[in-house]
T-cell receptor, first 115, second 115 residues
Framework: AQTVTQSQPEMSVQEAETVTLSCTYD???????LFWYKQPPSRQMILVIR??????QNATENRFSVNFQKAAKSFSLKISDSQLGDAAMYFC????????????FGKGTKLSVKP | EPEVTQTPSHQVTQMGQEVILRCVPI?????FYWYRQILGQKVEFLVS????????KSEIFDDQFSVERPDGSNFTLKIRSTKLEDSAMYFC?????????????FGPGTRLTVL
């Protein structure tokens, strides 16, 4: 069975600093996709970044980047130059290529940004 | 930008009653999903829907649950006889294509409270 684990229930970062959110996963699939979703308070989840498991290069989207370690089954999210608007719940998720895109989520990390 | 919408935002019902949660996916999307999140727990996949039929469903999605796309725009989740443990946030999502990397767009959720 596929599982996703986020070991940090809460994190805090100073505005303009860098923070890394951890995620590990377990799967028997050889090909799959990994995602980070952001859920601001009382708002819907939006996709932050995604990574195809077959790609060795780490994905980057502006201030957001991932450290994908396939052998270790680790997929951490780095947020650089943190902004107040980055405060949210962050969910790590996985789906296998054989599925219809059904996402398996972690429990989430609540990120606070201090001014 | 197009959004997934869900109604109502909060539904309170008595145990044993039927509830219907409504979602309007993004208009040209073809794949539809329901997820739920019990307070303090993970977001869990319930069901995926494509071409007017269920593609996949989780163990949670038992005979008490059903989904329907009645009119080409709405996507509904029905719980026939609600239980206390059905209390959760229910999220609808949609995506355009079948690729695992296609972005799933989430609605803001419906909070279901069963008394």
């Amino acid at each position: 069975a596929q599982t996703v684990t986020q070991s940090q229930p809460e994190m805090s970062v100073q505005e303009a600093e860098t923070v890394t959110l951890s995620c590990t996963y377990d799967t028997s699939e050889s090909d799959y996709y990994l995602f980070w979703y952001k859920q601001p308070p009382s708002r819907q989840m939006i996709l932050v970044i995604r990574q195809e498991a077959y790609k060795q290069q780490n994905a980057t989207e502006n201030r957001f980047s991932v450290n994908f370690q396939k052998a270790a089954k680790s997929f951490s999210l780095k947020i650089s130059d943190s902004q107040l608007g980055d405060a949210a719940m962050y969910f790590c998720a996985q789906c296998s290529t054989g599925s219809q895109g059904n996402l398996i989520f972690g429990k989430g990390t609540k990120l606070s940004v201090k001014p | 930008e197009p959004e997934v919408t869900q109604t109502p935002s909060h539904q309170v019902t008595q145990m044993g009653q039927e509830v219907i949660l409504r979602c309007v996916p993004i208009s040209n999307h073809l794949y539809f999903y329901w997820y739920r999140q019990i307070l303090g727990q993970k977001v869990e996949f319930l069901v995926s829907f494509y071409n007017n039929e269920i593609s996949e469903k989780s163990e949670i999605f038992d005979d008490q649950f059903s989904v329907e796309r009645p009119d080409g725009s709405n996507f509904t989740l029905k719980i026939r006889s609600t239980k206390l443990e059905d209390s959760a946030m229910y999220f609808c999502a949609s995506k355009l294509g079948s690729f695992g990397t296609d972005t799933q767009y989430f609605g803001p959720g419906t909070r279901l409270t069963v008394l």
